[in-house]
């Protein structure tokens, strides 16, 4: 099930939509790119809190680096009026992991605060 999230921030007009499902899916895609090293660290740094931040650092997903590997779902909730809950799922044909992260609005940004590599 997926809430609708009025959004009265900049990311309102990135994230077409607004709603819980979107917030994840736009935060979550950055995320799984820096893991990929498809994107740099800095290019995300304002929609990943600071813990977030040193964990995708200090994580790569090697494996993740070929082409076959990509967003495979996002599943999303709306936990309160100013966070999200979300698990994506990414892989190959072969390989299958899941992202799970929570995404909270902090002064006008969506910003992701949680992350776990399952």
Known sequence: ????????????KTVAGSSAFAVAEFIGEQVF?????????????????????????????????????????VHACLVTGFAVEACMI????YRVRALVMRVEQDDGHWVCTLLSLV
């Open 33 to 73: 790119e820096v893991l990929s090293g498809r994107r740099a660290m800095h290019e995300v740094r304002e929609h990943v809190s600071r813990e977030v931040a040193g964990l995708l650092l200090a994580t790569r997903l090697h494996a993740a680096q070929g082409p076959d590997y990509r967003l495979r779902s």
């Open 1 to 12: 099930m997926t809430a609708v999230l009025t959004i009265e921030t900049p990311l309102a």
């Open 90 to 93: 990414v892989g190959t044909r």
